[in-house]
Structures are given as C-alpha cells and as structure tokens.
C-alpha cells in the first residue's frame, strides 16, 4: 500500500605528512609503509561495517545499518521499499550472502523479514546482524484508509535500530506494507502506549521469533 494523507505523531529525538626519508633504514621504511597499508585497509573496512575477511566472506566488527532508499526493493515481494508503508528491515549475513551484490538482504515489513530468516536458517546461513525501523526515532505517521490505519515507512539508515533493543507490538490494529506487521520500539514505553491505543501485545525479538 502506498502513503496518503497522514495523522502526524511526533516522538521526541532522544538520540543527530609526509615521510621523511632521508637518513631512515630501508627496512624500517618498508614497515611503515605496510603498517599505513593494512590501518588504511582496516579504516575502510570499518566505514563498510566490518574488516571483511575474503577467504570466508565473514566480518570481524559488528556493520552498521544503511539507508534502504534511493529505489531499493525488497528481496522477498521486489517492491520499492520507501514508497511502500510500514516497517522495514535488513540482515547482514556472515557468511556474504546474499550473493550477487553488495550489502544486507532488504524487506519492506517485519513480517517478510521473519520468513527469510527461518528460510536462511534453513539453509545454514549464519546470520550476523538484523535491523528493524525504530519507531521511537522518528516522526512516524498514521494513515487511515477503508478504516485500516496504515503507520508510515523510513528507510534512513538513522531510523534503524538492532533487534536485540527493540520492543515489537504485534497483533494491533496497525498493518504496513504486507498488511498487519510488527511495529519496533526501542523505547518500551512507546511501545506500551502504542499498544493502549492500537491494541496488541509487546514482545522481545527472540518471543517475537519463536511464535
């Protein structure tokens, strides 16, 4: 379902030489140099969200959430997810995957996101990171449609927030891109009042997994 007419809910930000050489022995030159090479090889690899070792494809640092904007689609259901409501999500994969590109696999609602996972369980795929959208970070909007309301999507890379510290209100009244979704809360109260006015119940990641 694609945004119109928004209710505005406003949730306060709680977070925004040069070497000289002359007179140096060759060979302490030469250490220097391959140290500046791997602390520049290791600064990027942090930019990217982790030293990236290419035997394995496995990561040593904990990456970083992007921005699933700028026409990105989801892996699950191929549509647009910034031009779509809800929740969104990514997983970061240790072991590379998916394979074909760069970056986490995507999905445009929580729902699609719990099904790849299982899926990627299935397959042995280690996962290494999920991200979900805070809503207690952003300025979310609800839009009711046919009596349905529908909560707004952001794909910023701001906006996202790990599993782990995230509080979900499942079963309310709320649907996003698929339909009834999993609203995200890093603030369990937020979380609580959400659920008072839309209905449903407060689950931690792992509830969330097991149902």
Same mark, same amino acid.
């Given at each position: 379902m694609t945004p119109n007419s928004p209710t505005h809910h406003t949730t306060p930000d709680r977070n925004t030489n040069r070497l000289e050489t002359e007179g140096v022995d060759p060979r302490s030159r030469r250490r220097f140099l391959f140290g500046v090479a791997i602390a520049s090889t290791a600064g990027l690899a942090g930019c990217l969200g982790g030293e990236r070792d290419e035997r394995d494809g496995t990561t040593s640092a904990d990456p970083d959430p992007i921005a699933l904007t700028g026409g990105l689609a989801c892996d699950a259901c191929g549509m647009v997810i910034e031009e779509h409501y809800g929740p969104a999500g990514q997983a970061v994969y240790a072991d590379g995957r998916p394979e !074909?590109? *760069?970056?986490? %696999?995507?999905?445009?609602?929580?729902?699609?996101?719990?099904?790849?996972?299982?899926?990627?369980?299935?397959? !042995?795929? *280690?996962?290494? %990171?999920v991200f979900v959208t805070d809503y207690s970070r952003v300025d979310y909007e609800l839009d009711v449609r046919d009596g349905t309301p529908y909560v707004s999507t952001h794909a910023e890379a701001d906006a996202f927030a790990d599993v782990q510290e995230v509080h979900f209100v499942v079963d309310s009244d709320v649907h996003g891109a698929m339909g009834p979704d999993s609203v995200p809360f890093t603030d369990p109260e937020d979380a609580d009042s959400f659920a008072d006015e839309h209905g449903g119940t407060v689950l931690e990641w792992d509830e969330l997994r097991a149902r």
């Amino acid at each position: 379902m694609t945004p119109n007419s928004p209710t505005h809910h406003t949730t306060p930000d709680r977070n925004t030489n040069r070497l000289e050489t002359e007179g140096v022995d060759p060979r302490s030159r030469r250490r220097f140099l391959f140290g500046v090479a791997i602390a520049s090889t290791a600064g990027l690899a942090g930019c990217l969200g982790g030293e990236r070792d290419e035997r394995d494809g496995t990561t040593s640092a904990d990456p970083d959430p992007i921005a699933l904007t700028g026409g990105l689609a989801c892996d699950a259901c191929g549509m647009v997810i910034e031009e779509h409501y809800g929740p969104a999500g990514q997983a970061v994969y240790a072991d590379g995957r998916p394979e !074909g590109r *760069e970056g986490p %696999a995507r999905f445009d609602s929580v729902a699609e996101l719990l099904v790849s996972l299982e899926e990627a369980d299935a397959r !042995g795929w *280690e996962t290494h %990171a999920v991200f979900v959208t805070d809503y207690s970070r952003v300025d979310y909007e609800l839009d009711v449609r046919d009596g349905t309301p529908y909560v707004s999507t952001h794909a910023e890379a701001d906006a996202f927030a790990d599993v782990q510290e995230v509080h979900f209100v499942v079963d309310s009244d709320v649907h996003g891109a698929m339909g009834p979704d999993s609203v995200p809360f890093t603030d369990p109260e937020d979380a609580d009042s959400f659920a008072d006015e839309h209905g449903g119940t407060v689950l931690e990641w792992d509830e969330l997994r097991a149902r």
